[in-house]
Each structure stands twice: as structure tokens, then as C-alpha cells.
């Protein structure tokens, strides 16, 4: 082959190898999905065997495709933690479903660019429809609705706080954080998505914007504690801009008391945010929807696509009931971009520029499992993590939260042991992979039942191992029984 055709062949190959390389693709990956039960959910490959491994490749020369895939996926099968493990009780990083994969793959193929309405009409279009669907679902159906996918829930938090201090203060998109005349503050629980520091700090107001309201001793925004943070920031000339209030934290999937923290909101004209990055889910089961009562009294709500509803890493969804301050707080204009449909085009109404078509994952699946399926999967995981509740207690450990939101977080009453060691021991052990986390000050072992992957006997097998290594630490006598 001439060197010019075999770039052209590394490039786009062929339509036979093309077909080969995808097949090849999809035995690889089926052959790692399918084979997970049977490993460990976490890397067997060390940090130093991975950049051994790294170091052949200098990119000197061509490489063969198909030995190159498969190298690439192996590296991947046993350097990462499988989060779609059927025992991977994580961090809501899903289990994605196969439509939100495909549309994955549609969307580098066909490659849309979003950043403009008139470049992808059609794409804009698609993920305007879901939007709007979705802020119904939150139970809003004015006519201004609106909003866009986000990589995550960090950059859809952050789109609300700029849009709330461009609302609140005119001059705060011209002149920034000097326009307030004292320092701007906004207010989420102790128990919040800590992300919130960054955001003040991107947005320019500072990390001292930042004021954390203590919890009610449930994980819960004490609003007494809220309404007299505020009143004390107006008496000191600061200005309060934006209450935060969580839907579902991510510690524990507790709900902040949405309807009292709106009433604080409307007296203190603060600009209400509700993060349900995780638990906006819920909005799709009949059964559970009802604990998010009071989130349609937002201004504005995080959802994250690629945790609950499954979708593929990096897609998060921010919602406005009034979208129209959008184009307020994103509006630029630059010579060389098309002429598009002012209201419409992306860039000039989001962060972002260049933007991919991330809302294909959501779009597709929710056409292929619809509303039901959906509901079917979120009270699954309910489902799942009432009966690990029912477990764990019969086995004399205590669940401290209220596991509704399929997050549980519990300490063993028996052995005395740290929630630290009971879960290294777990995840050295290589059954399943759970993880710490602090809840109201206590440190605490956190299961999360949210994969589609998940069944009954992998919650007998997580309580198994959670029992066994509670059982070493009393054998080998590192933990105080107690009394
Ligand atoms: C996960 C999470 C975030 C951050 O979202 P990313 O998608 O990781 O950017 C924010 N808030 C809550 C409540 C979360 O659970």
C-alpha cells in the first residue's frame, strides 16, 4: 500500500475494515461487561503497570487498529473502577443504559455542532424538546421554560449562581463582583454539594460568598439557622442572592425542606435553587415523585443526566422556570459565527461554545424506555436499598439516614470498627465496592443501590462481605467490641 493510502486507511478505513473494527469493538466490550461479575470492581493495574504500559506507546509511528483496540480496552478493563459493576455501590456513577451508549456513538459519527441554532437545527431542537419535557416533569409549564445540558451538576450549579447575580444586580455582568456593594452571598446546608466553593470562586464573588447553614442532626437545611444567616448578612451590608436548597445530598440523599427554605426565600427575595443533581430522578416514578414536593417553587433545578437516569459520563441538565435571564448572563457577539435565531442558539445562552451533543443519551433512551421503564429502574433501586436497610439491621448494624433516595449509609453496633477499615476491607476483598462518607459529623460506611445491573443477590453478597470483614476485625482483634 502506498503510504498515502495507508494514512487514509488509519484515518477512516474501508467500509469492510470499519465493519470488522466495530465488531471487533463490540466483542471487546461485551467480553469486559459481560465478565465483570466474575472480577473485582476495582483495578487490579497499579499505578506503575499502567505507565509501564503507556510508555510503548510514543506515537512515533502507525500502529495496527485492531491490536491497538484491543490493547487500549484491556488497559481500561483492569486499570479503572468498574462503576458498572453489578456490585459497584458508588457514587450514582451509572450503569449506562445501552440507548444512551448508542446515541453516544451517533453523536461522534455524525458529529453535530451545537453551538449554533442554524448549524444543527435538528440536534438543538432535540435537546430543547427533552428539556422542556423534563421541566415538566419538574411541574413547571409556563411558557418561559428552559434551559441546556451541562457536562455535570458542577456546571450546571454554576450556570444558576451566575444567572442568579446577573438577575440580582444589573451591573454585576459589566463591572462583577464591585457592582454588589458588599460582599454577595449565597447559602447551601453543611451537608451541600461542596462544589459550591469553586462556583463562588468561577463566578468571582469568592469563596467567602459561601455560607454553609447547619443541618437539623438528619442531613436536613435547619431554616431557622437559614433565615437568621440572612438577616444577620443584611444587618453587616453583605447581599444575600441565592438560597441552594438540596434535593437528595449526596452523602446520604437527604431532602432539604423545600417549601419552608421557598418561604425564606420569598421574604428575603433571595433566588431559589434546588440541586437535585441526584435525586431529580425521582420526578419519574409515580411512586416516589411525591418527595420532591415543592421543587416546582424553584427558579432553577440541577438534574444530572449520567447520574439516576443513566446516561454516560459528562451530562448534567440545568432547568430555568423563566429561561429568558439565559441570554442575559451569555450573550456575546462574534463576527465570525453564523447569523443563527437569536433565542435559540446555544452559545449565546450557556457556558459553553462549541458544544456536543450530549442530550442524544437522554433523548434516546427515554424514547426507548419511556416514562414507565424509567419509573420501572429509579424504584428498583428503591426497592434494593429498603431490603439492604432490612439486611443490615437484622445483622446488627444501624442505618443512620432515611435510605428513600436508594443511598445507604449505616455503622456496625457490634464490632466497634471504623467505617474507614470495614470498607477497605470490603474493597480489598474485591466482591463489591462501597465507599465512607460523613454524615452530621459521624464517619459512615455509604452503599448506593442505583445500577440497573444490581440484584437481590448482590445485596445478599454485599451484606456477606460486610459481615465478614466486620467478623475479622473481631477476630484479629483490631476493633473494641461493644459493650
Ligand atoms: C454529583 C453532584 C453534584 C456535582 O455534579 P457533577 O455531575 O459531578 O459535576 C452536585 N450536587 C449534587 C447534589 C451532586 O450529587
Given at each position: ?111 453535530p ?33 428552559g ?29 462583577g ?23 463562588a ?67 428575603r ?12 430522578a ?24 449520567h ?27 462574534a ?71 436508594a443511598?445507604?449509609c ?53 451484606i ?20
Amino acid at each position: 500500500m502506498k503510504q498515502r493510502d495507508r494514512y487514509q486507511e488509519c484515518v477512516y478505513p474501508s467500509p469492510e475494515s470499519r465493519a470488522a473494527l466495530w465488531d471487533q469493538t463490540n466483542r471487546l466490550l461485551d467480553g469486559v461487561l459481560d465478565g465483570l461479575p466474575n472480577r473485582s470492581p476495582s483495578p487490579s493495574l497499579d499505578m506503575s503497570a499502567i505507565r509501564e504500559r503507556l510508555r510503548t506507546y510514543d506515537f512515533r509511528e502507525a500502529r495496527d487498529p485492531a491490536v491497538t483496540l484491543s490493547d487500549v480496552v484491556d488497559i481500561l478493563a483492569s486499570g479503572i473502577v468498574h462503576t458498572q459493576h453489578p456490585r459497584y455501590f458508588g457514587l450514582f456513577n451509572p450503569s449506562p443504559t445501552f440507548p444512551g451508549i448508542v446515541a453516544d456513538a451517533i453523536a461522534s459519527t455524525i458529529n453535530p455542532q451545537l453551538a449554533v441554532w442554524s448549524h444543527a437545527p435538528a440536534a438543538v431542537e432535540m435537546e430543547r424538546h427533552v428539556v422542556r419535557w423534563l421541566c415538566r416533569s419538574v411541574g413547571w409549564h409556563d411558557e418561559g421554560i428552559g434551559g441546556h445540558f451541562t457536562s455535570g451538576g458542577a456546571e450546571a450549579n454554576y450556570t444558576a449562581t451566575l444567572s442568579a447575580l446577573t438577575r440580582v444586580e444589573e451591573g454585576f455582568s459589566d463591572r462583577g463582583a464591585r457592582a454588589f456593594g458588599g460582599q454577595p452571598r449565597i447559602y447551601a446546608s453543611a451537608e451541600s454539594h461542596l462544589a459550591w466553593y469553586k462556583i463562588a470562586h468561577q463566578t468571582g464573588i469568592g469563596r467567602a460568598a459561601v455560607r454553609l447553614i447547619p443541618t437539623d442532626g438528619s442531613g436536613r437545611m435547619d431554616v431557622g439557622e437559614l433565615d437568621a444567616a440572612v438577616s444577620e448578612d443584611s444587618d453587616l451590608g453583605r447581599v444575600p442572592v441565592m438560597v441552594a436548597a438540596t434535593a437528595g445530598t449526596t452523602n446520604a440523599g437527604m431532602i432539604d425542606p423545600l417549601a419552608e427554605i421557598r418561604g425564606v426565600a420569598l421574604r428575603r427575595r433571595l433566588w431559589l435553587h434546588v440541586d437535585a443533581a441526584w435525586g431529580g430522578a425521582v420526578r419519574l416514578s409515580p411512586t416516589s415523585r411525591r418527595l420532591l414536593a415543592g421543587i416546582e417553587e424553584a427558579d432553577s433545578v440541577t438534574i444530572d443526566a449520567h447520574k439516576w437516569l443513566a446516561a454516560p459520563m459528562g451530562a448534567g441538565i440545568i432547568l430555568f422556570r423563566n429561561a429568558e435571564i439565559l441570554g442575559r448572563t451569555f450573550r456575546v457577539e462574534a463576527s465570525y459565527m453564523p447569523e443563527g435565531v437569536a433565542e435559540l442558539d446555544p452559545y449565546t445562552h450557556s457556558a459553553q461554545w462549541s458544544r456536543r451533543f450530549v442530550g442524544l443519551r437522554l433523548f434516546l433512551s427515554l424514547a426507548i424506555l419511556g416514562e414507565e421503564g424509567y419509573a420501572w429502574m429509579i424504584d428498583r433501586g428503591v426497592g434494593l436499598a429498603a431490603e439492604l436497610a432490612r439486611l443490615l439491621k437484622e445483622s446488627d448494624w444501624s442505618v443512620v439516614n432515611d435510605p428513600s433516595l436508594a443511598v445507604v449509609c449505616f455503622v456496625d453496633n457490634r464490632s466497634g470498627q471504623e467505617p474507614s477499615e470495614i470498607v477497605a476491607r470490603v474493597v480489598e476483598e474485591g466482591r463489591a465496592w462501597i465507599s465512607v462518607a460523613r454524615f452530621e459529623g459521624q464517619a459512615v460506611v455509604r452503599a448506593c443501590m442505583t445500577s440497573h445491573r444490581s440484584t437481590e443477590a448482590d445485596i445478599r453478597e454485599l451484606i456477606q462481605a460486610l459481615n465478614r470483614a466486620r467478623d475479622d476485625a473481631v477476630t484479629s482483634g483490631t476493633g473494641s467490641p461493644a459493650e
